[in-house]
Every structure is written in structure tokens, then in C-alpha cells.
């Protein structure tokens, strides 16, 4: 995760020091908002990849702990991984597990910022960017950037926390969202606040109407949107021509 939201709740520096004091119980934060399905989205998210089943090179953008790269390690032995985060935190978290795995001969961590990337034109087969968009404070440049070190041929993918669809079952996921998160993350961490921001976060940013927009607009093509867990999630792939 990076960087600030668009609608000017906090500054860079202050959402970094979220991000960083959130680090030591983000997997479990992960879990709790999504009813513990993030497992199971990884794997949508490492399927829907193609070209990495055959091997190549993923950059993993606003990796936090690690997880997606981690996925996209153990489901394609030949794949080259390159995880990249703002915050040394998280980035720490994410070397431990990865060492615990054993895998860092195949993924490298890189310190950096999303909306800069420091890699050039058209290095990746596969781009992916989970739960992190939302939180950066440009987005359309956040894709842009996104689409930019993406090969041609290659495939970006976007997973991201939607804000509580209208129905039976988004009505209580909203009030677990709005109401249990953020005492739960307090208990978890003692940083109220820290968890209250991930979930307005959340609340602001409209996902299914914007992303699609946002990747078109970069110049991918072949856009796709799938809902995840009643529509609390989404995930999108696009082609680059």
C-alpha cells in the first residue's frame, strides 16, 4: 500500500506512517475485511495473469507484505518477481516471509514510489497492484505508470476493496466495515485512527465505475471486471496492444 487518497484526508507523509504502523498486523487486517477470501482472490488474481504461467517477469506494485508476489512465486516456479512498496515497514514483514519461504533467490524487493516508478518503458510481462490503488493520490497516474512498464502483449491486473454494494449482504458488510473495523483494528494494533482511514478509504472510492475508465484511458484494452464475495472486491485485467 502507498501514498494518500485523492479526496485529501491525509498528505503522503502522514498516510505512510499508517501504512507503517499498521504493518505488524496488515495480514490480519486483510482478513478481516474481506471475510478472510483474500487468500482465494490472490489465486483469481495469479490465474487471471496467463503470461506468468509461463514463466516470465510480474512487478507486484504496493506489495505491502508481500502475499501477491509470494502467490505469483509458488503458483509459477519460472516466474521473475519484482515487489515494490513505499513503506520499509512493510517491506521488512514482507523479506521475513519470504525468507521463511525460501524464496528469495526469485522475488526482489524494491523501495519506491507507485506513481514513479523506477523501472523503463515496457520491463514487465505482468503488472499487478492489489488493495493499493485507492489509497495513492493520483490515481489516473498511478495507472498510467502501471501501463507504462508493461510489455506489450502483456497483462495488467487491479484488485481492490469496493465500497458496500446496496444489497441484503452489503448493508451488514458496511456496518462491520464502518462500525466493528475499526474497533477490532484497534484492539489489534492500538491505532484506532490508522484502521478508521483504510476504511473511509474504502467508502470513497467508486472502483467499478472508475478502474475500467482509468485503465481504457492508459491505452489497455480488452478490460475485464469480475466481482469477488458479493461485490465487497474487484478484479481487473487488461491487455496492453
Sequence with gaps: MSQATEHGEKSPVETKEVFER????????????????????????????????????????????????????????????????????????????????????RITLIKGDALSLPFQDESFDV???SFGLRTLSDRRRAVSELARVAK??????????????????????????????????????GYRVSYSYLDTSIAAFP????VPVLMADAGLRKVETERLTGGIAYLFRASKP
Design 127 to 129: 503488472v499487478s497492484i
Design 22 to 105: 499498521v504493518a505488524r498486523t496488515y495480514d490480519r487486517l486483510n482478513h478481516l475485511f474481506s471475510f478472510n477470501a483474500d487468500t482465494r482472490w490472490r489465486r483469481r488474481l495469479v490465474a487471471a495473469s496467463e503470461t506468468a504461467a509461463e514463466g516470465g517477469s510480474v512487478l507486484d506494485v504496493c506489495t505491502g507484505t508481500g502475499d501477491v508476489a509470494i502467490a505469483f512465486a509458488r503458483s509459477n516456479p519460472a516466474a521473475r518477481i519484482t515487489a515494490l512498496d513505499f513503506s520499509e515497514n512493510m517491506l521488512a514483514n514482507a523479506r521475513a516471509k519470504i525468507e521463511a519461504g525460501k524464496l528469495s533467490e
Design 207 to 210: 472502483v467499478a465505475s472508475e
Design 152 to 189: 506489450r502483449g502483456g497483462r495488467l491486473l487491479i484488485m481492490e476493496f469496493a465500497p458496500p454494494p446496496a444489497t441484503p449482504f452489503g448493508l451488514l458488510y458496511r456496518f462491520y466495515l464502518h462500525r466493528l473495523m475499526p474497533f477490532m483494528g484497534d484492539l489489534l494494533s
